[in-house]
């Protein structure tokens, strides 16, 4: 099986999650909190004392934090390191947190040292290890599920490029006497397409190069329909900057030509927009547009299923969320994307 460029960069990409972001940093606090709560109730129970959990919950966040702090910091140095290299660094700085966690209740406390370091070793080790197998092997589970969206999208290929390869042949065929330019003009068109379609999945590309590649699509289609297929793309400067997986957005654009436009005698207009929209401080979010007229008798949507291969191979290269909206009202079928952008 080809590799993807998401599953590549995600092989890459550490299996240590990023823990200084905020938003980590906020459910770190807050399991640290639930896990003193926890353990003040087993070790207290009816005799559950405010002052004993403040003290457990400040040696646990001061461990945590410690740890998320030398995570950080070793995620940054160790992306070619060995795993074993790894996870005895980041155990090494936990268990140093623990002793200076223990020599500050120790203070506090009027504790020996022995009585507070044992305890405190002891949960840095519980801590550290649970958290680092967890990391890993949720990093294990996106490559497995990087690879199975690859492998549902090259079958979505199989099935759907002869019967487009097809059509635009017989298009070609007719134009090759009457007007040899425009059947020139369409061959290359056709090389372009599969050539990208030989190498969808292996590599992010420029929004801006995915909006041609749709428009040398239309042009192809152009060919058999005629004026009664107009389109119109608006996109920004900023959004076309943005990357995504090859071919993301011609099947939505195969879609709204073969399920809308093609099944009106007198056609109709493709719409495409693209932008950046701010979402916060300092989120953004890419959103993009496609609409295309529906032929009146039409009673559904069908099956969605190539924006939701859209969706989902968008979502594995972005760890941020996608989503996917659907919408069919007065004769037109919008379909709208929104991805949340880290910085690229």
């Given at each position: 099986?080809?590799s993807t ?12 999650p ?11 606090t807050l ?10 109730l ?10 004993s959990?403040?003290?457990r ?6 461990m945590?934090?410690i ?16 795993l ?18 223990a ?15 044992v305890?405190s ?6 801590i550290?290890?649970v ?7 949720q990093?294990?589970q ?15 290929q199989?099935?759907i490029?002869?019967h487009?390869l ?5 298009s070609i ?19 372009d ?6 190498n ?11 909006i041609?590649l749709?428009e040398k699509?239309?042009q192809?289609?152009h ?13 920004s ?8 997986p ?5 099947p939505?654009?195969e879609?709204a ?9 007198e ?16 989120a953004r ?11 009146a ?9 190539a924006?939701?291969?859209v ?6 290269s972005f ?5 996917l ?7 037109h079928y ?11």
């Open positions: 099986m080809v460029a998401s599953e590549s960069n995600a092989s890459k990409a550490h299996w240590l990023d823990l200084c972001r905020a938003e980590a940093l906020f459910w770190v399991l640290s909190v639930v896990l003193a709560v926890i353990l003040e087993l070790i207290r129970g009816a005799n559950f004392s405010l002052v959990f403040g003290q919950a400040l040696l646990i966040l001061w945590v934090l740890g998320c702090l030398l995570a950080c910091f070793i995620r940054r140095l160790s992306a070619n390191w060995p074993w290299t790894v996870v005895l660094t980041v155990m090494l700085g936990i268990q140093l947190a623990g002793f200076l966690g020599w500050g209740q120790m203070l506090v406390t009027g504790e020996s040292l022995i009585d507070a370091l305890p070793q002891l949960l840095s080790a519980l550290g290890s958290s680092l197998r967890f990391f890993y092997l990093h294990q996106r490559l497995r599920s990087l690879r199975l969206k690859q492998a549902e999208f090259e079958l979505l199989a099935r490029q002869p487009f097809f059509n635009t042949l017989n065929a007719s134009l090759i006497t009457t007007k040899p330019d425009q059947a020139e003009g369409a061959v290359l068109d056709l090389a397409l599969m050539r990208s379609s030989l969808a999945g292996q590599k992010l590309i420029p929004l801006a190069e995915e041609e749709c699509y239309l192809i289609e060919l058999r329909m005629g004026d009664r297929l107009q389109w119109d793309f608006v996109v400067e900023e959004a076309s900057l943005v990357h995504i090859s071919l993301s957005l011609q939505i654009v879609n030509v073969l399920h809308g436009v093609s099944q009106i005698s056609g109709g207009e493709i719409r495409l927009s693209a932008s950046v929209a701010a979402r916060g401080k300092d979010t890419l959103v993009i547009n496609v609409e295309n007229p529906l032929p008798e039409s009673a559904h949507l069908g099956n969605s299923l924006q939701e291969n969706a989902a191979r968008l979502q594995a760890s941020a969320p996608v989503s909206s659907l919408k069919s009202e007065l004769g919008l379909v709208e994307i929104s991805v949340a952008l880290n910085d690229q």
